[in-house]
């Protein structure tokens, strides 16, 4: 399929071609716009600032923009070198024949934005940081397949593993994922654990921004890093607002109090895309929207509770009258780009006839109130969701009313984005297992390997797998997965696991997202990618 762009995304790259009109454009900015100052919201808070301690998508794109890393991301999805001077394959001699050895070649003359050096000893450092017991680390996943890195000098980092590791990348510090990033061991190699240190509020990288401040519940800020190896970006400052609510995200885009705002949901596209000044990128991405079951929780664990529910939620109408047709109805966590995408796979139907089947046929029993139970435990859904999302309030009021002619009850708990997605060790509601069912949306990821979001070694804390889904033909496949550095290979065996999930139901895939950005018509030279959208921001400005 063949990314769209929208007609303003094409007019941007005919300014970039036309220097006269660049400089035209630049006298007849929106009086609202700040020169080079960039106000951006995904209407989400935030924890914390080291991705070493939290994984999710408002840090992902905070940390492309500033942390270190060995590779990034181009437009097109592809890994290309940051801090290595080139991608290791084994056609390039990076990965020895066996795959157990993996040598980068370091970049010379990089600081970090203190001014302070670069160099391998930072690599082996961050990988003993990974794998100090005393740290919280989201997931070990491939990094325990580390037995050393030699340094044969600074510019050299070899990982010698104990077995091949085909997904090294992004793991092994790329910028797709949000994967932990190189740390300065400059300033950190004197303290015994990272878990709550003041490094984390303000963190160092060597990104093409650093950051400037914090304000919590408010906005953190980046500027221009004058000391960043490419050079210095055009843009001199980015905002992001803490908005967590998507009406109030709406509603400073209409006052022009933000610049852009991404991921926009479709129940929002068609009420600002015609807005005076306000340009709209949209195309498909590699995120997926989804319910997670909980698993652990005995009515969960059983398939016909979960497969009854699936045919009990008509994800077209969600589509449709929620999201105004965006969105990419499917079955599988992979996204129709993706070069693994299994398209053998077809959609389950909305069908309540086939709900309460199932669920007659494994013994629950409606009650006097309309509810059904077994062995004296009611099936009522104790369903965990963010606050500030009204379109997924929305979509639970539908499926309050489909669940109520299967005998399906509904109670919903709402949380503020640091509690809902806050680590293990922070008794965050997701990694704690504190639901029966939740939604939110994954990014997919960009080698195929699901390993860490459903092998079942990457149950939290170890990892998240946040359904606790466990699947020994799943496990299999995604270890020979890691193993083989053969694409037809590693494609069969993504679509094994794609064939598990469907047929297994640890989460039902509401839909892979269209990706839809909602900018200021005055911002130029902004070209997003799938996996990492802030990976190339050297050449915007507004």
């Not at 919201?41 to 924890?47: K, M």
Request: net charge neutral; charged share 20%.
């Amino acid at each position: 399929m063949k990314l769209r762009r929208s007609e303003a995304a094409l007019g941007i790259a005919g300014l970039l071609a036309n220097p006269r009109a660049i400089a035209a454009r630049t006298k007849t900015r929106h009086n609202y716009t700040i020169p080079h100052t960039l106000r951006y919201t995904n209407a989400e808070d935030i924890s914390s600032l080291n991705p070493y301690l939290t994984q999710d998508f408002t840090l992902g794109l905070l940390s492309q923009l500033t942390m270190a890393y060995l590779v990034r991301y181009d437009r097109h999805n592809r890994p290309i070198p940051e801090l290595a001077t080139v991608v290791p394959t084994q056609q390039n001699g990076g990965i020895s024949k066996d795959g157990k050895t993996i040598t980068f070649h370091l970049r010379k003359g990089v600081v970090w934005s203190d001014g302070a050096p670069f160099d391998a000893r930072d690599v082996v450092f961050s990988w003993r940081q990974v794998m100090n017991p005393a740290n919280n680390i989201v997931s070990r996943d491939g990094w325990d397949l580390i037995a050393r890195i030699d340094t044969p000098d600074p510019h050299t980092a070899v990982f010698h593993l104990k077995e091949p590791l085909s997904t090294f990348l992004p793991t092994f510090f790329g910028s797709a994922g949000a994967n932990p990033c190189i740390l300065p061991e400059h300033l950190l190699r004197d303290v015994p654990n990272i878990n709550d240190i003041p490094y984390n509020s303000k963190p160092i990288g060597i990104g093409p921004f650093v950051y400037s401040s914090w304000v919590r519940g408010s906005q953190i800020e980046v500027v221009a890093n004058e000391r960043y190896w490419r050079g210095k970006p055009k843009l001199q400052k980015i905002v992001y607002k803490i908005i967590p609510d998507r009406n109030t995200a709406l509603t400073q885009m209409q006052t022009h109090e933000l610049d852009m705002w991404f991921p926009v949901g479709g129940a929002y596209y068609f009420r600002i895309k015609n807005e005076p000044g306000i340009a709209t990128i949209r195309q498909p991405g590699y995120f997926f929207g989804h319910f997670d079951f909980n698993m652990s929780h005995p009515a969960y664990a059983e398939l016909a509770v979960r497969e009854a529910i699936r045919y009990a939620i008509n994800r077209p109408e969600i589509r449709n009258t929620i999201g105004h047709g965006i969105g990419i109805l499917q079955e599988t966590p992979t996204s129709p780009v993706h070069p693994m995408f299994d398209p053998r796979i077809k959609m389950v139907p909305f069908d309540l006839a086939k709900a309460n089947a199932l669920l007659d046929g494994a013994g629950w029993k409606r009650g006097a109130d309309g509810i059904r139970a077994k062995d004296g435990k009611k099936l009522v859904v104790d369903f965990a969701s963010a606050v500030g999302t009204p379109d997924v309030d929305e979509q639970l009021e539908l499926m309050r009313a489909w669940w109520k002619q299967t005998g399906i009850g509904l109670d919903v708990h709402r949380y503020v984005a640091p509690v809902l997605f806050g680590p293990y060790a922070s008794d965050g509601i997701i990694y704690r297992g504190r639901f029966d069912m939740v939604a939110f949306a994954w990014l997919g990821p960009v080698t195929g390997d699901y390993t860490n979001l459903y092998a079942s070694n990457q149950i939290p804390p170890n990892g998240q797998n946040v359904c606790r889904w466990r699947n020994a033909t799943v496990d299999k496949a995604l270890a020979e997965f890691k193993h083989t550095y053969d694409f037809a290979r590693q494609k069969e065996l993504c679509w094994i696991v794609q064939e598990q999930f469907v047929r297994d139901v640890p989460s039902i895939v509401t839909s892979v997202r269209e990706d839809i950005y909602m900018h200021n018509d005055d911002l130029t030279g902004f070209h997003p990618n799938a996996v990492t959208p802030f990976d190339d921001m050297m050449n915007v400005d507004i």
